[in-house]
């Protein structure tokens, strides 16, 4: 897993790409001129890991929002534009840190440039958004939808290259998981700009979920992806845990505690199931690292258990406490939750 | 993503590598010697799709009771097979369609030798099931876990075949998503025999899911595996629906329809969250594949809507609604779920 060298921009105080570690970001869903309710989703956002939000700006009572709503956050803000250009002068007049444009429906050069040069009087960076559902259908018709997203990328960064800007981010969005991968894996060749990864439309919190984690695991893996926005048609905060979730499996951020816990079989003797869902629900008040491990019978559960900062291995009607490999006490069924909880308080590293 | 060349063996019916498409399993979670819950949740999970069941052999009560659970269900079984080598030749008399031995804890040579020939007799196929959590401390103690499961695995395969057995199915399970990926890519170049892939003692239904997602896709788009379990501390048909969700991802199986749906953001004038939820729902009870895309505007809707069998591009208040790619009607927002339900229901190839 040998990361794709990129070149780092700053978004705000946070940097995408280089070194960096992979930036979590998400987007409100709120309605953008509604100051209240953005500003408060934001505040949600922030509060569970969010680094930068992108809010949608599709007309002028939108941008005029973002002034408010910059004054009342600390994370740093993406205007989302479509259609009409004005939007964006409009956004970066209100200070946003960073422009998604979408070359599929902004591409007349003199547009463009005007905003590439307020961007650049202000540094800030843009992402070339190419997303499939939105790429023009006169655009190249008969190549494939991988290489047309390709192409329409490439095109808009030789485009902002022209004008003397490279404060450039993609993203290649599909709802094909294949597809996105095979772009995305185009496209990490033929730049090294810094890549924003995900799945598009992929779905409501489950199906999108597993979309999205097995999509981007993939690009990961390859060592490809700077940030990622996982899109659930769910609350942002959801796809803000799902990034951390899919980051966390890779072992390329730490955020927050870690459960292990076996699927249970014919050969587990209590009730493992409600006792890892109560588990698991307590870690959400956790904000450190911290690695537990339910387990329900001998075969694998000591290994595993040890294995962990905190670990059970249940036998029949009773548990052994592991604690930072060592079997440490004897428990009951009835006392397994309680003294779980007991031992996820007073850990310490 | 060019599939790894197995060789095909049969578990049962199922034919596990080769050109077969990749096989979903899953295992049961009462205890075995029950037999009434047994075959009940074994015929759950015959409905929603497994296509291989395996159940835990703890005890000679448990591997008596195979006898009667495998005159009630029609889905092959495997036995899985820890500490006692005699559970593995009861549950071969019973009649099982497949062996799962894990060599960490079953190392006898004589006792293996035993179990294999009543295998070769009958022609059922067995995994060497290495498993991070069960590998004996005293194994290549100075080896990374990912060297120790290969080489654990690869010294029984070498004993099975000096027995001219080679019915053999290979997994190298880890809660470690990088190391298992790394184990599964080792050892992929070194045999053909087909691989049972999955992430163990992965977690509860969501970061478990996640983790299973994100490992299995990586593993799968490289090509490796030939039937997969997804774990999770949840009922079996979670674990079920979840590997279809994966295999359909990656377009190597089709199963059921499939939702796009968008995230929503601040350009959305319709609420398409319970609109998608509504619909998720309801497209539980459809068994084809069929693809239904919501949409909340007009950036990708329309693009994502035409990709569809049905899909609907939402505006203010109304959305327009798509079949097999040709816009064919504009509707008001209270009408959304009952004509897309219509739609789906009436939808012919």
Chains 1, 2 share one sequence.
């Not at 843009?126 to 997203?149: W, Y």
């Not at 902002?160 to 597809?179: A, G, H, R």
């Amino acid at each position: 897993m040998t990361r794709r060298v990129s070149i780092p921009l700053k978004i705000g105080n946070i940097t995408v790409g280089g070194n960096a570690p992979v930036v979590v970001q998400s987007m409100t869903k709120t309605d953008t001129r509604d100051t209240c309710a953005t500003i408060k989703q934001i505040k949600q956002m922030e509060e569970c890991g969010c680094e930068i939000v992108r809010v949608a700006v599709p007309d002028r009572e939108a941008a005029a929002a973002i002034t408010t709503i910059k004054q009342n956050i600390s994370v740093p803000l993406i205007a989302d534009i479509h259609f009409d250009y004005r939007l964006a002068l409009l956004a970066l007049e209100a200070g946003v840190e960073g422009l998604r444009l979408n070359p599929g429906n902004i591409a007349n050069p003199e547009q463009i440039a005007r905003v590439v040069a307020i961007a650049k009087e202000r540094v800030v960076p843009i992402r070339i958004g190419v997303n499939a559902g939105s790429l023009p259908a006169k655009f190249e018709p008969d190549s494939s939808l991988c290489k047309r997203m390709v192409d329409m990328a490439l095109k808009q960064v030789a485009f902002l290259e022209s004008l003397d800007f490279n404060l450039i981010k993609i993203s290649l969005k599909s709802f094909d998981v294949p597809t996105t991968v095979q772009a995305y894996t185009a496209i990490a060749q033929e730049t090294s700009y810094p890549l924003h990864i995900g799945i598009t439309e992929a779905g409501t919190a489950w199906s999108g979920t597993i979309r999205s984690a097995t999509g981007i695991g993939i690009l990961l893996h390859q060592g490809i992806g700077d940030t990622i926005r996982v899109s659930l048609t769910a609350h942002p905060c959801q796809e803000i845990r799902a990034a951390y979730e899919i980051l966390k499996t890779l072992k390329l951020r730490e955020y927050g505690p870690t459960l292990v816990s076996c699927p249970t079989c014919g050969r587990t003797q209590v009730d493992i199931l409600p006792l890892a869902e109560a588990v698991d629900k307590y870690l959400e008040k956790i904000n450190r690292p911290l690695k537990v491990a339910i387990m329900g019978c001998v075969v694998n559960g000591p290994g595993e258990a040890r294995d962990a900062d905190i670990g059970i291995a249940c036998g029949k009607g009773n548990g052994i406490i592991f604690k930072k490999g060592e079997a440490t006490k004897k428990i009951e069924e009835k006392d397994f939750l309680k003294t779980l909880i007991a031992e996820i308080d007073s850990f310490q590293e």
